[in-house]
């Protein structure tokens, strides 16, 4: 899953409120992935019913989240220096509640209120009770939180929510050697699929018009349900309510990316036409000591079958570089396998060891400068691809769902998730708009409104 800057988390109003504003404050602030989002807006929708507000200054704040990830050490240390800055204003305002959730936190609480004793309360992702400690008012509200929304609508420039992300599947039951993920996020649980649908109903009725249905192994979806339904089946369900323009999932495992998905993306009309699979490495051998349990040869035969099925598919994947023992040859066949395989975006990143992961206990043999070379190496390879591969659409038509506007442009994806820039006077915001293809770059497209917007 894609990681996301740290950024502050506001959210629109979700379930109807129960109490009215209590002129208290709340500061979020979440880095890492879309759970993290999701987590922190059921956060803000618990504290919206309370009577509290959103504020963007941390200093206004009567409570502080921090929702942390620790997938790599880069991230983890930002949230260390998060901590540390706070501890001047929780001396300030030392009746102020300073909270820290996410995958810091679970199994780590001793440590961590040793390190940290100025936060009043850690508690474990998702799990959500636990809040009422610092914020008695939300006792009231125990038996209704469970019908709390899941969902999390970003921020979008103006008033209209145009966009959602929806967990279906919590936690991962993969050991990949390098991943911390299954440590603090437990086993794979999928939701009933009744509760996503109404959940995804409720938000086409608020005027959301592209959702994204989240999960580790999102494509692991069901196999824990007592009903014979998965990832296929939800798709099918969700498309049938009728009324959604786009749906999207991620992140896809390539062992559970079955035709009967793929199928389902090609026939269904709202779901795009954009895979994220992440490969991580091009080699089998790193394949096999990352324990992830499928060969390269099977990643590239279910990209072959989606874009059989589906011409006009966008690809996404990750990759780790500079695994333990990972060898300047074995190196050499990821770029091989990603100039083969041709996908849209890579997201790279630079292994990074996870204390308490199996691959940890092995040499983190492959300097810091050299992992870093690696890293370049790929994105510049990857450069190249996107600049060809964004150059095919130069006089396309894209269909764009306009989400922002900066530097008097506005802004949007298409449904293969490219960002595509054009200036035109109309207020389009939320809108779906066709785009006539007229400048592309490695990293973006840009072109003409055409026609009316929808
Ligand atoms: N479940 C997804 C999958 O199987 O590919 C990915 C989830 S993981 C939280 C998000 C990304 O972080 C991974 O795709 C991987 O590239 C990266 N990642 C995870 N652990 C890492 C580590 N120890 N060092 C560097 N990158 C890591
Ligand atoms: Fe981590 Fe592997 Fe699970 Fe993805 S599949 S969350 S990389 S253990």
Avoid at 21 to 37: A, D, L, R, S, Y
Avoid at 140 to 156: G, M, N, R, S, V
Avoid at 246 to 257: E, G, Q, V
Avoid at 439 to 446: F, G, T, V
């Amino acid at each position: 899953m894609a990681m996301t800057e740290p950024r502050l988390t506001l959210h629109p109003a979700t379930a109807p409120r129960r109490l009215p504003p209590n002129g208290k404050h709340f500061f979020i602030w979440t880095i890492g992935c879309q759970m993290n989002e999701a987590d922190s807006a059921k956060v803000a929708a618990m504290l919206l019913e309370v009577g509290y507000r959103p504020t963007e200054q941390e200093d206004d704040a009567d409570i502080i989240v921090l929702n942390s990830c620790v997938v790599r050490q880069a991230a983890e240390d930002k949230v260390s220096g998060k901590l540390n800055y706070l501890a001047r204003l929780k001396r300030e305002k030392p009746e102020m509640p300073l909270v820290l959730t996410g995958c810091m936190v679970t199994n780590q609480q001793e440590k961590l209120r040793e390190r940290f004793p100025h936060v009043d309360l850690f508690f474990d992702p998702s799990d959500f009770d636990r809040l009422q400690e610092v914020v008695p008012e939300l006792a009231d509200l125990e038996d209704d939180l469970i019908q709390l929304p899941h969902y999390y609508l970003p921020e979008a420039a103006g008033d209209a929510s145009i966009a959602a992300y929806v967990p279906i599947i919590y936690g991962c039951n993969f050991l990949c050697s390098y991943c911390i993920v299954p440590y603090r996020r437990g086993k794979e649980t999928s939701r009933p699929m009744n509760d996503i649908v109404r959940e995804v109903a409720e938000l086409i009725d608020k005027g959301v018009r592209d959702v994204t249905l989240l999960g580790q192994t999102v494509n692991a979806y069901g196999h824990d349900l007592p009903e014979d339904a998965g990832l296929a089946e939800l798709l099918s369900a969700v498309d049938g309510l009728g009324g959604l323009d786009r749906l999207r999932f991620l992140t896809s495992h390539p062992k559970y990316m079955s035709d009967q998905i793929i199928d389902a993306m090609a026939d269904l009309p709202s779901v795009c036409e954009h895979m994220n699979l992440p490969v991580q490495a091009g080699d089998n051998e790193v394949l096999r000591r990352m324990r992830r349990t499928y060969t390269t040869d099977l990643w590239l035969d279910r990209l072959a079958y989606t874009r059989k099925r589906m011409p006009t598919a966008t690809v996404a994947t990750d990759i780790i570089v500079g695994f333990p023992g990972e060898t300047d040859a074995q190196f050499q066949n990821t770029l091989d396998l990603l100039k083969e395989a041709q996908c849209d975006k890579v997201h790279v990143a630079m292994y990074s060891p996870r204390p308490g992961t199996l691959s940890a206990r092995w040499e983190d043999d492959i300097p810091h400068e050299e992992k870093q070379r690696r890293h370049q190496a790929v994105e510049k390879q990857q450069e190249a691809i996107c600049t060809a591969r964004n150059a095919n659409h130069l006089g396309s038509t894209l269909e764009v769902l306009v989400d922002s506007k900066a530097k008097g442009r506005w802004g949007g994806r298409s449904r293969g998730n490219q960002l595509v820039h054009f200036e035109d006077d109309r207020d389009l915001l939320g809108q779906l708009v066709d785009v006539k293809i007229t400048k592309s770059s490695p990293w973006y497209l840009m072109g003409e409104a055409i026609g009316a917007p929808r």
